[in-house]
């Protein structure tokens, strides 16, 4: 099997390095990858969003299986344009259409289809420049903290939480008059916050059936002790300490069960992967949002604890027979840490060599954004690499990697030391 691999980041490198391992696989290519990826498959100068041009690489390379690993091409669409051209609608895509992407493209719509389908979630609203002083009266209503969201994409700086009610207005006001984060915060959505602690939980469905994923835990802010601004992640765990069989046990029947009955109840086309942001609250599980695909960095310790043929899952769901595939899990725990760009995630330098990279024997090493330069390696992104390691529990996996990312080095570094701690 030939297969394309969209994407860049920590999440592509993880799976490209699974997907290599596939029995059934000829060539992997990765577009356009980083200079980690190469190691898995080959790596092509190609634009995720110009489907054209996907298009004429899947038919000129006799690509079997495309494989969407970030968010933006599936909101934008690209399942549908494979679907609708005579070309390609027989090449395998995995992820869903542009009408199931909107349960990560539209904070309302997913909203909406909670309540549809009675899933469990925060008490929230949807205001418009023309609802703005409902909006208002409704944060009035709730207790504080206040939860802005921006209804689109928005790079991951879309959620707002503020303590203080009128600077929460003044905020809420200022996305809508000011057009703060454009077309994505036309909409907003004012959700009640909701007090406990947080996990991932991911699925790989074909519409009807879906196997349950590893869960993982992430760290978002910058700063150690949850300090500090959001990131894209700082740092993962799985399994999730708390995450026992009773509480899995309601996800399932509570969360992951009606929302894949609600896709195929309302003829959503989706075959791919839901993330599941969860909120555990006194034992019971939230759901804050949806993706449509694998998150990052808890991507760089699911995809590792999966035992299976990753792409034999895959090839399941496209033929929809995804039930009759097997999943296993490593009983290992699995640990990832973030190194990152000094200055991330606000202005930050590229282009600084980084050394160490073979000293590393003990961890796997997923680049995130990194670039070749020659024989040299440099970084190309604020987050830089994803240090993951196996081990009999949180705290040896965690371990591991610490010593892995001390034989690593770059001019102005920087790296989190308390990832897991408060599971230990």
């Excluded at 150690?224 to 509480?247: H, I, K, L, R």
């Amino acid at each position: 099997m030939n297969v394309l691999l969209l994407g860049s980041g920590g999440r592509e490198s993880a799976i490209s390095w699974k997907i290599a391992q596939s029995s059934i696989l000829d060539t992997l290519y990765i577009a356009p990858g980083n200079a980690g990826t190469k190691a898995w498959g080959k790596n092509v100068t190609l634009n995720p969003l110009d489907f054209d041009a996907v298009k004429k690489f899947v038919l000129e390379n006799r690509i079997d299986m495309v494989i969407v690993g970030p968010e933006e091409p599936l909101v934008l669409g690209i399942s549908d344009f494979f679907k609708s051209d005579s070309a390609l609608k027989n090449v395998a895509l995995i992820g869903p259409s542009k009408h199931g992407a909107q349960l990560e493209g539209s904070k309302s719509f997913a909203k909406e289809f909670m309540m549809r389908h009675k899933i469990p979630t925060a008490r929230y609203g949807s205001f418009t420049v023309e609802t703005l002083r409902e909006g208002i009266d409704f944060m009035s209503s709730l207790k504080p903290p206040y939860v802005l969201k921006a209804d689109g994409l928005a790079a991951g700086k879309g959620v707002i939480i503020l303590d203080d009610l009128n600077e929460a207005k003044e905020t809420f006001t200022r996305i809508l008059l000011d057009e703060t984060f454009g077309e994505a915060g036309k909409t907003v959505v004012i959700e009640q916050f909701l007090k406990g602690i947080e996990l991932s939980v991911f699925v790989v469905t074909d519409g009807i059936s879906f196997k349950l994923l590893p869960e993982a835990k992430d760290y978002k802010r910058i700063g150690e002790q949850d300090q500090g601004e959001n990131t894209g992640g700082m740092g993962a765990v799985s399994p999730v300490t708390f995450a026992d069989a009773g509480f899995m046990d309601k996800v399932l029947n509570q969360v992951v069960i009606p929302t894949v009955k609600g896709i195929h109840k309302e003829s959503i086309d989706y075959k791919g992967f839901i993330f599941f942001g969860l909120i555990n609250v006194k034992g019971d599980p939230f759901v804050i949002e949806y993706n449509c695909r694998m998150g990052d960095p808890e991507t760089e310790v699911v995809i590792p604890r999966i035992k299976s043929d990753l792409l034999d899952l895959l090839e399941g769901i496209s033929t929809q027979t995804l039930s009759e595939r097997d999943v296993q899990f490593s009983d290992l725990s699995a640990a990832t840490v973030m190194m990152v760009s000094g200055g991330y995630p606000r202005a930050y330098e590229k282009g600084k060599t980084i050394y160490g990279l073979n000293a590393v024997t003990d961890s796997l090493v997923f680049h995130a954004g990194t670039c070749s330069d020659g024989p040299q390696v440099k970084t190309d992104g604020g987050r830089v690499l994803a240090v993951t390691s196996f081990g009999r529990n949180i705290e040896q996996a965690l371990q591991r990697s610490y010593e892995s990312l001390e034989k690593i080095s770059f001019e102005k570094a920087y790296y989190r030391k308390d990832i897991g701690q408060d599971l230990i």
